[in-house]
């Protein structure tokens, strides 16, 4: 079955929208529930997390070159640099190495 | 009168470089939509609607792979969830006496680096400097999305398959630096590497489809580091 990509698109604004008004209108209350603030605390490392790798591997046309980026990135983030430069360093070392490796 | 336009005003100079921020991650973003098959105006609309990276991009697994209605709406919940912390502790901002439809409006763009820009602020917050501070924010997010799947389908394929990894790269300096401070954030990025390359390549789970996989997992992961490590600093800045 295709779905309706518009309708993708309205369902999740409304579920984005719903998560945001409802606590800024109808509960405004602080959470105090220790796990449901420890679990939202948590929950966006793990979803970061889990659709950053495996996935990353297959995002440029190498899997050989996402792995030099990965690691690349990956050591630059650890030494706390910026997201841009994270990002960049990634996108040259794909550039780089595509460059080698799909050209020989 | 001239105090709202002062306020608006404050929020147009401290949404500025925020904005700016945005439009080349939403580029990113742009990038991989482009990859998934989506046009510049199907982009913008999302990015219009969501104004959320992961969850935007958790959406478009589920839109790339045709997944059910019911997955996107579940994606999204899982992936924005921790907008309804930062939207409980911005309803402490807000003035009994300011009129409940700045709420509504507000609501719509509580992104981590708007509710920043506004929990810092002294006193109550004022409506129309996180208006003012939103009318830079937004467009940025958009129109960056927007630029990234035009950009995709005009660059040589050996520049748009570097780009298609920078979302990547902005998704480890997220959650990377503070992996190294916190033991338990670590682990919870390890367990979420380990386990999304086990049902990846494990036959019988390599079926879920990838929304599905990112809302069960986020689940098992986060529930399971809550129960273990209750996260007790009050986390304004979550």
Partial sequence: ??????????????????????????????????????????????????????????????????????????ALALRGRSLPVVAAVCCITVFLLESILLHS | MTQMKNAFFRG????????????????????????????????????????????????????????????????????????LLMSTALSQKFSPRTPMRHRFFTAYAVTDELFGLAIHQDGYLNPHYYYGAMSMAVPGWCIGTALGILAGNILPE??????????????????????????????????????????????????MTAGTKTIILTILIAGCAAWLFPHTEDDHDA
């Fill in chain 2, 158 to 207: 050996s520049i748009v398959s570097a780009l298609s990894i920078s979302l990547y790269g902005m998704f480890l300096a997220i959650i990377l630096p503070p992996a190294r401070h916190d033991r338990v954030i670590a682990a919870v990025v390890l367990c979420g590497f380990a386990l999304s390359t086990l049902t990846q390549y494990i036959p019988f789970l390599s079926t």
């Fill in chain 2, 12 to 83: 147009i100079q401290d949404g500025t470089p925020i904005g700016l921020g945005y439009a080349a991650v939403s580029f990113s973003l742009g990038i991989a939509m482009r990859n998934a098959g989506m046009t510049w105006y199907q982009g913008f609309l999302l990015s219009l609607v969501n104004l959320a990276s992961a969850g935007q991009y958790a959406d478009l697994q589920v839109i790339a792979a045709d997944g059910a209605y019911l997955e996107i709406v579940l994606v999204t919940l899982v992936a924005n969830a921790r907008y």
């Fill in chain 1, 1 to 74: 079955m295709t779905h309706n990509i518009y309708v993708y698109i309205l369902l999740s604004g409304l579920v984005s929208y719903l998560i945001r008004v409802l606590p800024l209108t109808l509960i405004r209350k602080p959470i105090r529930n220790v796990w449901l603030r420890s679990f939202l605390y948590y929950v966006p490392y793990a979803t970061l997390a889990v659709m950053t790798f495996p996935a990353i591997l297959y995002a440029s046309r190498s899997p050989i070159a996402s792995f030099a980026a990965l690691l690349a990135g990956g």
